[in-house]
């Protein structure tokens, strides 16, 4: 999946990669994707309830060697 910003959660724990999700947010525009890669395995719980609660678009989720690539769409 292609994503317009990339920012590196690795070796952050919650809440940590939410913060971080959040922040830089705040400084795209509507219809752009966010990637977030971490290796925080709760991303996968954490980040999909974050996009809902927030009026994001949940993307999915991409898992490989305890690495997660998480992307969400700013609503």
């Given at each position: 999946?292609k994503?317009?910003i990339?920012i590196?959660?690795?070796?952050l724990?919650?809440?940590?990669?939410?913060v971080?999700?959040?922040?830089q947010?705040?400084?795209?525009?509507?219809?752009?994707?966010?990637?977030?890669?971490?290796?925080d395995?709760?991303?996968?719980q954490?980040?999909?309830?974050?996009?809902?609660?927030?009026?994001?678009?949940?993307?999915?989720?991409?898992e490989?060697?305890?690495?997660?690539?998480?992307?969400?769409?700013?609503g």
């Amino acid at each position: 999946m292609k994503a317009d910003i990339t920012i590196d959660c690795m070796g952050l724990y919650c809440p940590m990669p939410i913060v971080n999700t959040a922040r830089q947010m705040k400084a795209m525009q509507p219809g752009q994707v966010l990637e977030v890669v971490a290796d925080d395995e709760g991303i996968k719980q954490d980040m999909p309830n974050w996009a809902k609660m927030t009026g994001n678009e949940f993307l999915g989720i991409e898992e490989e060697d305890g690495r997660y690539r998480v992307f969400i769409r700013k609503g």
